[in-house]
């Protein structure tokens, strides 16, 4: 395609990786956005994703500087390496953001949800919800004769395969957090 | 300097700070105690727009024809909404725009109170950055940012949404902070590493264009300088957008003229036969680049801009630049004289043969008539009899606005204003009455097709008003042209809703305002009217009766590559297939 040779990869000083791969296999990245804890910025990245018409799989948000004002977004989304890095870019520009961050590509991360499950049985089915709880280690957090309420942290394949264990067996309900992520090491 | 004042008087304080002389506005319940502080000072005039679109416009026009933030001050409610537009265009044409909004108190905020609406939430998606300020404490600080987001790095239009009890309230006032203290604040050098490689590009290049864009002239005078350094140092050819043109002069030795869909023949067959394609300040914008997958396939593409989130976003470039255009060419200045000012010579001579050839192709002459009017003749005829004065074109959005980009010449930047991103009818008056504002003794004139002109013609009150004697050029064919163009195109011929009936007669609408209206039909006539237009020391009205069945050409039907461009009407046949059909 081009005439001249050109090196493809991001160069060490350029802040942004701006020499994707050329590719068009649809990726799964967890995007950790460090903003301003202001009244509207939750707003501003929500709807730079629809907007421009990218996909939010999940989507947490927080305070964790209290005395900075930062506040974590962590986005899970899915697009092209064309698109991902577009997202990152358009992230980067909203005035309030501080950092982005993508966790998928910048070395090992760890993930972590917390899904509540309401499940309702009797009998054998009612054992065995417990049962799969205790291998999931889920615990239980409130309970009636007829009821469970499951708690369990863990990624969210782990949730998705105790929620298709529970499905079953009586469940009723359930809320999830959405990811949290961080990456691994000191740094 | 910090002192005790409303929040009224902290706004007025603080334009005065930011060096504001000119605020473009409209005033309404929510915005009445700063319009009472503007009414007692005298430093900065206030210029009362007929419409808030009308103040965005003015504003945009001031704006880009100064370098300078443009300032607008409008009321709550549909004083906010009616600025929206302007908001949206000045978005994508990176204008420097700071408007401020009036609001009801913040005791009454989702309520649904008299003229409320939710601005900061409308205008997020329209604005750079807004802020709706809760604390007059807070407001000298917001005020200040403002001004500094608005014209850092991408500039664009900012909004501050100020309730009317935090406007009655007092606090404390702080000057502008010295130095820059913000936290944003784009990249603006380039990376060394990335210039190097562009141009050790350069060098070897048999086939090398520079792409230029708007980011030259949003980046200020030292930029067209550079560029004009560089293009003529390497001696290779130069093209730009419609955004762009006046950073390299229109009368410069290596100048193509304006690329794109309407742009000329060599410019676009130049950048789809280039080896190299170096991108300034330009975002590879979809009425530019024709058929993505079509697009200059055989070439390297360098592109340097000032917004990370520009580069690789519609056209994958192997050379991506951060930073500002005018240190960016500086450096590959530097380097390019450092490593000895080597061109492949031999093969920029035989690029420029072919360039020749494709020049030969004419591509801007039309059949003139004697009997009527031809727009293209007639804006010949402007350019000849204004060339050379001290001349701001604005413009509205159709087949006019392509006519004075290929007919009219720029030799300097922020000369020419047109609403390139967002296409905005009614955008061209209200601009050229801030710029009037911005160059009182120069001649604005904003060429226009009658049915732009009619969307936001109530400014005319605002040109008698204050005596700006801007010129309204309209090319009046009856029709909304570019839309009658692509329905005889694309949709069989049948003209559904593009003619202008029940026009006004635009020169007694002149007199109603208290203005000059000029009429000429005939082409024997068009030079002594120009000139009475000219020479008349107020706003005009000039009402060209132009041919009614104009295309506009040369043009690269929708869903095609560059080198596939129609140049006439005997071209058009079946000209657009059915994949291009779907696109505007």
Known sequence: ?187 | MTRQMTGAKMVVQALKDQGVDTVFGYPGGAVLPIYDEVFQQNDIRHILVRHEQGAVHAAEGYARSTGKPGVVLVTSGPGATNAVTGLADALLDSIPIVVLTGQVPTFMIGSDGFQEADTVGITRPCTKHNWLVKETDALPGVLHQAFHVATTGRPGPVLIDIPKDVQFASGTYTAPPKGSTYRYNPQVKGDMEEITELVAALETAKRPIFYTGGGVINSGPAASQLLRELVDATGAPITSTLMGLGAYPASGKNWLGMLGMHGLYEANMAMHDCDLMINIGARFDDRITGRIDAFSPNSTKAHIDIDPSSINKVIRVDIPIVGDVAHVLEDILKVWKARGRKMNREGLAKWWGKIDEWKKVDCLKFTNSAKTIKPQYALQRLEELTKGRDRYITTEVGQHQMWAAQYLTFDEPNRWMTSGGLGTMGYGFPASIGVQMAHPESLVINVAGEASWLMNMQEMGTAVQFRLPVKQFILNNERLGMVRQWQELLHGERYSHSWSEALPDFVKLAEAFGAKGILCTDPADLDDAIMEMINYDGPVIFDCLVEKHENCFPMIPSGEPHNKMLLGDASTKDAIKEGGAVLV
């Open chain 1, 1 to 187: 395609m081009n005439a001249l040779q050109i090196k493809k990869g991001s160069t060490k000083h350029s802040a942004y990786n701006l020499r994707p791969t050329f590719s068009d296999v649809i990726e799964t990245h967890t995007l950790a956005v460090l903003v301003d804890n202001e009244a509207g910025v939750l707003a501003r990245v929500i709807g730079l994703f629809s907007g421009r018409g990218y996909n939010i799989d999940s989507l947490t948000v927080a305070e964790v500087d209290h005395t900075g004002h930062l506040s974590r977004i962590t986005i899970v989304t899915r697009g092209t390496p064309q698109v991902i890095e577009q997202i990152k870019a358009q992230l980067g520009r909203i005035v309030p953001v501080h950092e982005v961050h993508d966790l998928t590509v910048e070395g090992p991360s760890v993930e972590r949800e917390l899904a509540l499950l309401k499940v309702s049985g009797d009998g054998d089915k009612r054992v065995e919800a417990l049962r799969l709880a205790d291998i999931f280690r889920a615990n239980v957090v409130d309970s009636t004769l007829s009821s469970f309420v499951f708690e369990i942290t863990g990624t969210p394949e782990k949730i998705d395969a105790f929620a298709d264990l529970m499905r079953p067996l009586g469940l009723l309900e359930m809320a999830r957090t959405g990811v949290a992520a961080l990456s691994r090491g000191a740094r």
